[in-house]
């Protein structure tokens, strides 16, 4: 059986259904795979094949304590008809990249790929236990986890779903999102703070015995949608294997050669996964990690100091306004695992990082493992950037992004310049342009207007492109959640939604 450990050591080796059911690991690190394994097929073999035909043997190497017909309810439970392209995760040619669409799910961002399967995946991983608990599932967002936890998990029989936004600080329509939710489970809090406030607020949460004794009283169980989940990490990792599978079939590459990858990054939870899938053997050559004027991780990339210390700026991507990556951490361990070649040794250090991180802010890696890092490239695009970047690919090339993909592909063009490299380029198209339609219309020459939900009308009709179901009639939906709460008060806010 596949074991997972947490990256900040002890002797705790569990199964993945225990790991997806804990969410974090008791001393607070997060659950990684002892060994990540092997692609169980070649290439070759996959080609004609459908996502969920991709996914299915991925997700099984990973997740191996789950029966083939328990992982095949989960993957056609969550990936059908509620994606509006049958391909799931489609991958389109514009400009001199390809852009694979993460938003075709229910929520219109990317976070549905994970978020649509991790309900199935934790329901039958308590049945799998026999733990007749109720979970509770915490999320901190910057704006899509939220709405895609809601969505995957509303009336999910079992679960309570509570999720934390940063007040004033995410986008109109993904507040709307939101604050229209339904279903008899599903909780929606503001809190006056940023979005690392929200999720040190989750964490905190967790590694709090208090709570867990209130909670285990009630029969109640806490767990996390959020990226330091395992379960919503590895199948990220599958449209990433199943990318290199497309251009191959397309005769784009021939198999073998690598491809680079550009991820918008703010928790670095998508970027890892395309991480985990060069570790199981998709040939990659570069991880072009792109970010916003939150630009922490390009200078840690380029560095190896990780230092908090400095401003936090709102931006037209506001899903990565995020200084504290989460799952940095697990790419910690993996490099310092390379490096030293021992898990216990790689865990050691990462706690000593982590707990520099915690008391002081800043941390350095040692030159060993900063060489480590040599096929991660990070750098950044800032407002203005993003939405002449925005504009640009429009206009040349007629394909319309987000504010979030533009960040991605202004940075992939910064990168060619200084790089030279011609391999072929996926970009993650991690949301869709009508989430962010002011920022959009601005990019694209539509006047100003009052009322943020008539830039999507606006953009559609000059565009053509099609808005997403769950957007069209958002304006018009009742908001049945309005509590906006102090940071502290975020323990209150889980015990009552229990009770
Ligand atoms: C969450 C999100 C990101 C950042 O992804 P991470 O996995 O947190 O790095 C980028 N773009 C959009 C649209 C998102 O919703």
Do not use: W
């Not at 709090?208 to 330091?228: C, E, H, M, T």
Request: proline share 3%; hydrophobic share 40%.
């Amino acid at each position: 059986m596949r074991e997972y450990i947490s990256t900040r050591g002890g002797n705790e080796r569990i199964s993945s259904t225990a790991a997806i059911i804990k969410g974090l690991a008791g001393n607070r690190g997060l659950y990684v795979p002892a060994e990540i394994p092997r692609l169980p097929f070649t290439i070759e073999e996959m080609f004609g094949k459908s996502y969920q035909e991709i996914a299915f043997p991925i997700l099984k190497t990973f997740f191996d304590d789950f029966s083939d017909e328990e992982l095949k309810y989960c993957i056609n439970g969550a990936y059908d008809d509620k994606f509006d392209d049958e391909d799931i995760a489609k991958l389109v040619q514009a400009g001199t990249a390809h852009f694979l669409e993460l938003f075709h799910g229910k929520t219109a961002a990317f976070k549905d790929m994970a978020l649509s399967i991790l309900p199935y995946l934790m329901t039958t991983a308590m049945k799998k236990e026999g733990i007749d608990k109720k979970v509770c599932i915490l999320a901190a967002t910057s704006g899509d986890t939220g709405k895609a936890a809601l969505e995957g998990f509303s009336n999910v029989d079992g679960t309570e779903v509570i999720v934390f936004y940063p007040h004033n600080a995410v986008s109109v329509v993904q507040e709307k999102q939101m604050t229209t939710q339904e279903g008899k489970n599903t909780h929606v809090y503001a809190i006056r703070g940023n979005f690392d406030d929200a999720q040190r607020g989750v964490k905190a949460i967790f590694s709090d015995n208090k709570i867990a004794v209130q909670l285990a009283d009630r029969g109640v169980l806490l767990s996390s949608a959020n990226s330091i989940n395992i379960g919503r990490l590895v199948p990220q990792v599958a449209y990433y294997v199943y990318a290199y599978i497309k251009l191959a079939e397309r005769k784009v590459l021939q198999i073998g050669q690598p491809m680079n990858v550009v991820v918008p990054t703010g928790n670095f939870g998508n970027i890892l996964a395309s991480y985990y899938a060069r570790e199981m053997g998709i040939p990659v050559k570069m991880f072009i990690c792109a970010s916003n004027k939150n630009k922490i991780l390009t200078d840690f990339l380029s560095t190896g100091v990780y230092d908090v210390h400095r401003e936090f700026y709102v931006t037209n991507s506001p899903s990565m306004d995020i200084l504290v990556s989460s799952n940095l951490e697990r790419l910690l361990f993996h490099l310092h695992r390379k490096a030293f070649g021992s898990n216990d040794k790689a865990a050691e250090t990462v706690s000593k990082l982590m707990e520099e991180l915690d008391k002081g802010g800043r941390y350095e890696l040692s030159d060993q493992v900063k060489k480590e890092m040599g096929q991660f490239y990070g750098d950044f695009s800032d407002v203005d950037e993003t939405l002449a970047c925005l504009r640009s690919v429009y206009n040349k090339h007629g394909y319309l992004m987000d504010t979030h993909t533009a960040v991605a592909y202004d940075v992939f063009t910064k990168y060619k310049r200084y790089c030279c490299d011609e391999s072929q380029t996926v970009i993650a198209a991690t949301a869709s342009p009508y989430k962010f339609p002011a920022s959009v219309a601005k990019a694209i020459g539509i006047p100003e207007m009052k009322d943020e939900f008539d830039y999507i009308d606006a953009i559609s009709e000059k565009t053509g492109v099609p808005v997403p179901d769950g957007l069209r009639d958002l304006k018009n939906k009742s908001v049945l959640h309005d509590k906006v709460i102090e940071v502290t008060d975020m323990e209150k806010a889980v015990i009552n939604a229990v009770t």
